[in-house]
């Protein structure tokens, strides 16, 4: 009887593989352009003060939610709008920086459909195809959400079934690189030509990593830096490492995801006008509320 | 009442757990205490949202139900009539029933819009479950209950409700609990994953998204209320028992039979096995003919043969009547989902009026010494009181024939010689032509006006 109850203990313990060893930092990212941001440190395994980067490539937000609740991450990349929604709720990882500059855009034809597909109810691209609309009111297309995801919409597009829509990056290259009748309507992502973009990205960390701060910020912007001026290697690595299929991303891809490091500290401001208008479209994503001030704090 | 107070207690058990594990995690907003659960289902309920969304996925799974309880039937009659059909289906029931329903969902999510998802992951789970019961429930009837309807000639209303419905209501009622358990939580789970604008898994999802955990786990209690509702409602339903249609009024028109029932060179055979050969005979009107026999020489087909459930090989029969034939079969035949009295006046329904029906089932009762049992269920009486149930339906049943297969079996020889008494003395009023078969020569000597042996 012991015995059975031990192998059941071994096997029910076995389900946990993400235990936390003192000498590694876990660094978690979302499968998506922001894991694309961090593919050097993925290679690179850097060291801080004795402890190594250890970078793990989650599906979903909602994995990575959960791993932030559970306390099972050090530094996690994820939309601003959980890393809101969960600082709002008790689970105070606050912001490190800023990543990317918006990776959605509008694709179709022409300006002239009746109807937009877009998806993700309540999340970033429902909520800023709504702005835009409303910033552009000659065009109101009816907004239709029965297609799941990105990848579902492009589908569509290809099939024929969907005529204009919102595509995230890399779908929105993928898209055009099959059909040369489409074309970019319009950057969701820019209110205005020269803003430097909705800081839709987060890096949140654990703030008993504030000492180690400034040489975090470092290896992230360094990095981000390395995707842009290397994006063949970027690709390359984020191939063999299977975050995305072969073919999946090319240089164009990454120049529209807009990856820029930016600490939490410069991106105050363009963070945020980002919550302000989440807070009037949908407030519950962010938990009803702006964070309080320690949400974003400056380096020592 | 104990088990109210029993169930009270076990939930409040629950919710005091809950709330102690929520005030040691002290996170509110992620893990809420039993009042804001409280306040948050209470708005919920307060929502135009709420309704639509209940609405929603109620809708899914009542037509989905239908739609799998109409398709369930109409294969399960196919496989009943056909085994080789059902062999033939019975694998694809089985791959049906043991593929994940998430696989369902997946492959659903490839191909259809997400409103249709919910609804045909819900027929996909509740089809291979209420056609395998119902097939069992089918396969399991007992075919002499049938024999015994066709041979009192119960109507087809009495018929169903008395004698098919009792026995397929145990395999109809776990198939639609379970099947409406796993659709239940199948429907849900489409709703999550489809993201349908509407229904029960579309809020929670939502409410994940946006780590409304108080919210999420809101619409979890009402998944289970309504889960827990529509088990109740199946649960009672099951219990309906449709009460014996009487006929308005007394409508039994005197019939009578031929003036005999004439035997021509009948023969039957069970494949090569010959067990009557070249058999003739004339029953004259209001005689009682005893047959006898060794065993496997015919007697029992004999009757059958009378009575029209077997037709012979070889033969002519000349009989006539227009409302069934009094019987007492090989054994009691009896439905135990209703008393001894409701037995004797099942086949009496088609005639009489509730009162008067009920009247000559208790007379023949006390004529049978069965007062005593006359109101408690076939399945709690012995061998013998169920077997003088069966000899008393056939008594009050008003035919001009009546035919019994060793209707004193199992009845101890002083009781037999009172019921036989009985019985010749009912015989000098209604002068019915009588022909049973015994082993006993004793029996036949009391009652037969006439021995044939075989």
């Known amino acids: 009887m012991k015995i059975h109850l031990c192998i059941l203990l071994c096997f029910l313990c076995a389900c946990n593989n993400t235990q936390k060893n003192s000498n590694t930092l876990r660094l978690k990212l979302l499968r998506g352009p922001s894991s694309i941001a961090f593919a050097q440190l993925m290679e690179s395994q850097p060291v801080i003060d004795g402890m190594v980067l250890q970078t793990e490539v989650v599906d979903s937000p909602e994995l990575i939610q959960a791993q932030l609740i559970k306390g099972e991450a050090d530094i996690a990349v994820l939309p601003m709008i959980s890393a809101v929604n969960l600082y709002n709720k008790g689970v105070t990882y606050p912001l490190l920086g800023c990543p990317l500059w918006g990776t959605l855009y509008l694709v179709g034809r022409d300006s002239s459909a009746t109807m937009l597909h877009l998806f993700g109810s309540g999340t970033s691209p429902d909520i800023l195809t709504r702005y835009y609309l409303d910033k552009h009111k000659s065009w109101q297309p009816k907004l239709n959400y029965t297609f799941g995801s990105a990848r579902d919409i492009m589908m569509g597009i290809q099939t024929g079934t969907v005529e204009t829509a919102v595509l995230s990056e890399p779908f929105v290259s993928m898209a055009l690189a099959k059909d040369s009748t489409l074309k970019i309507l319009a950057d969701l992502n820019r209110p205005l030509p020269d803003s430097p973009g909705f800081a839709q990205t987060a890096v949140v960390f654990s703030p008993k990593l504030a000492k180690f701060r400034k040489e975090i910020d470092k290896l992230l912007a360094a990095s981000c830096k390395f995707a842009v001026d290397n994006p063949e290697q970027a690709i390359r690595i984020m191939e063999e490492r299977k975050v995305f299929g072969k073919g999946m991303l090319s240089k164009s891809s990454i120049k529209r995801c807009r990856i820029n490091y930016v600490p939490a500290c410069e991106a105050k401001e363009a963070v945020s006008s980002l919550l302000k208008i989440i807070l009037q479209y949908e407030p519950k994503a962010i938990g009803g509320h702006l964070p309080d001030s320690t949400f974003v704090v400056c380096a020592d | ?454």
């Open chain 2, 1 to 454: 009442m104990k088990k109210n107070i029993q169930m009270a207690f076990s939930i409040g058990i629950m919710f005091l757990a809950w709330e102690g594990l929520a005030l040691m995690v002290n996170k509110p907003a992620l893990v809420p205490g039993v009042p804001d659960l409280v306040v948050t289902l209470g708005s919920l309920i307060l929502s135009a949202n709420f309704y639509l969304s209940v609405l929603a996925t109620l809708g899914r799974g009542i037509a989905g139900l239908i739609l799998s309880g109409v398709l369930a039937m109409c294969t399960a009659l196919l496989f009943a009539r056909n085994e080789n059909v059902y062999g033939l289906f019975k694998p694809l029931l089985t791959l049906m029933r043991s593929v994940p329903v998430i696989s369902f969902i997946l492959l659903a999510l490839l191909f259809l819009q997400p409103e249709q998802i919910p609804f045909i992951i819900a027929f996909l789970t509740m089809f291979p479950l209420l056609s395998e019961n119902l097939t069992k429930g089918l396969l399991h009837l007992r075919p002499e209950l049938s024999v015994m309807g066709h041979v009192f000639q119960i109507n087809r209303v009495n018929h169903f409700t008395q004698i098919v419905y009792p026995q397929l209501k145990p395999f109809l009622f776990s198939g639609l609990a379970s099947a409406a358990g796993f659709g239940w939580r199948a429907i849900i789970m489409g709703e999550v994953l489809s993201q349908c604008p509407l229904g029960i898994g579309s809020e929670m999802k939502r409410a994940q998204n946006f780590i409304e955990v108080p919210e999420l786990l809101a619409w979890t209690l009402i998944a289970v209320a309504i889960s827990f509702v529509f088990d109740r409602g199946l649960d009672a339903l099951s219990r309906i028992s449709y009460p014996i249609r009487y006929k308005a009024e007394d409508n039994l028109h005197e019939t009578q039979a031929t003036q005999a029932i004439v035997l021509t060179k009948i023969s039957h055979s069970y494949g090569k096995r010959s067990v009557l050969k070249d058999f003739s005979h004339q029953f004259e009107k209001g005689r009682i003919y005893g047959i006898s026999a060794p065993s496997g020489w015919g007697k029992t087909t004999l009757l059958n043969i009378i009575n029209g459930t077997l037709k012979p090989t070889a033969g002519k029969i000349e009989r006539t009547d227009t409302h069934g034939i009094a019987s007492v079969f090989q054994e009691p035949y009896l439905v135990n989902q209703i008393t001894g009295l409701d037995n004797i006046a099942l086949p009496l329904a088609s005639f009489y009026t509730k009162e008067k029906a009920n009247e000559i089932a208790s007379h023949f009762c006390k004529l049978m010494e069965l007062e005593e049992v006359a109101h408690h269920h076939p399945d709690t009486m012995s061998y013998g009181q169920q077997q003088r149930i069966a000899i008393a339906r056939a008594l009050a049943f008003p035919s001009s024939l009546l035919l019994m297969d060793e209707p004193f079996k199992g009845l101890d020889e002083p009781l037999a010689a009172r019921i036989i008494q009985q019985i010749r003395k009912l015989h000098e009023i209604n002068k019915q032509t009588i022909i049973f078969v015994s082993h006993q020569p004793d029996t036949l000597t009391l009652l037969a006006d006439e021995t044939i042996k075989l």
